[in-house]
């Protein structure tokens, strides 16, 4: 099987920083575009970031200049930087991929179960 991990979530005050990871784990042969979404309280899941395999970035309007996306390919691994937090940061993470196991199969979506990121003083 495979899967997608997250951790880093936590609580932090106003203007501080996280780093999340998420990492992919099983029989994967591999990890083609990764991403970042986010669920707010009481609001619908919305997109954060993209990272191709080559390293090709793009940010929603509402994190750019403040998070920054990365990946180690060897590791099957993508990081989220987050910096300058403010309140409204605050949501459910999720880390999604398209990752596929075999030469022959295609590339599958998958989605990480969540990690909470709190902004809050």
């Known amino acids: 099987q495979v899967q997608l991990v997250e951790s880093g979530g936590g609580l932090v005050q106003p203007g501080g920083s996280l780093r999340l990871s998420c990492a992919a784990s099983?029989?994967?042969?591999?990890?083609?575009?990764m991403y970042w979404y986010r669920q707010a309280p009481g609001k619908e899941r919305e997109w954060v970031a993209t990272?191709?395999?080559?390293?090709?970035?793009n940010y929603a309007d509402s994190v750019k200049g403040r998070f920054t996306i990365s990946r180690d390919n060897a590791n099957n691994t993508m990081y989220l930087q987050m910096d300058s937090l403010k309140p409204e940061d605050t949501a459910i993470y999720y880390c999604n991929a398209d990752l596929k196991y075999s030469s022959g199969s295609y590339y599958m979506n998958y989605w990480g179960q969540g990690t909470q990121v709190t902004v809050s003083s």
């Open positions: 099983g029989s994967i042969f591999s990890v083609n575009t």
């Open positions: 990272i191709t395999r080559s390293g090709g970035r």
